[in-house]
Structure formats: structure tokens, C-alpha cells
Nanobody, 123 residues
Framework: QVQLVESGGGLVQAGGSLRLSCAAS????????LGWYRQAPGKQRESVAA???????NYAESVKGRFTISRDNAKNTVYLQMNKLNPEDTAVYYC?????????????????WGQGTQVTVSS
């Protein structure tokens, strides 16, 4: 089991910045990918950014060049630096961990989620 706790959300004006943090605890040694998702009112949850255990990153097109994901493996923490925020970025942001699970039948991936943190960008 892995527990994820996010922090760093809040209210910011358009053009401003926020930094989200997500600390993982529990069985962290098999964490593969870490990522951030967001869900705006009335919309489906969408992937924002992800980072592999090796440091490879990918981003949604809407945030490329504005958001940066990073991870500190020693602290089991993933960060999302969000710059040049606009009202369309308003959403609840969720931390996600993909954890490898090894069984006699093979390797499986389990998803874990944080409780979410609200990001509100005013115009």
C-alpha cells in the first residue's frame, strides 16, 4: 500500500505560479511512475504530467512550457511547478503513483491516488 498526501494548492491570479507537492509513504520501493492529474467541474479527470523512475517526463499539450514535474526519490516526493497559470487551469489536482506488484504470475501495476488539492486561478 502507498499513501499520497498533496499540498500546495490555493488561489492565485492569472499569470501567477504555484508549486504542488506530493509525499508518498508506505511501500514506496516499487513506485514506478508518479504523476499529476486534474479534474475541473463538469469535466473528466485528465493527465497533466508524469515522470518515470528514470526521470523521463511527459506533459499534456495544454501545459507544456508552463508546468514542470520533478521528483526527489530520496524523499519519495513529486512536485509540480506551475507557471503562467490561467483560469483554464482551475481544477482539483490529484497525485498519482503507479506501483509495480510482482506475483508468480507476473508483474502488475496498481494505481494509488491522493485526496486532491484545489487550484483556483482568478482572471
Amino acid at each position: 500500500q502507498v499513501q499520497l498526501v498533496e499540498s500546495g494548492g490555493g488561489l492565485v491570479q492569472a499569470g501567477g505560479s504555484l508549486r504542488l507537492s506530493c509525499a508518498a509513504s508506505g511501500s514506496t520501493f516499487n513506485i514506478n511512475r508518479l504523476g499529476w492529474y486534474r479534474q475541473a467541474p463538469g469535466k473528466q479527470r485528465e493527465s497533466v504530467a508524469a515522470i518515470s523512475s528514470g526521470g523521463n517526463t511527459n506533459y499534456a499539450e495544454s501545459v507544456k512550457g508552463r508546468f514542470t514535474i520533478s521528483r526527489d526519490n530520496a524523499k519519495n516526493t513529486v512536485y509540480l511547478q506551475m507557471n503562467k497559470l490561467n483560469p483554464e487551469d482551475t481544477a482539483v489536482y490529484y497525485c498519482n503513483a503507479v506501483v509495480d506488484r510482482f506475483t508468480p504470475r507476473g508483474r502488475y501495476e496498481d494505481d494509488y491516488w491522493g485526496q486532491g488539492t484545489q487550484v483556483t486561478v482568478s482572471s
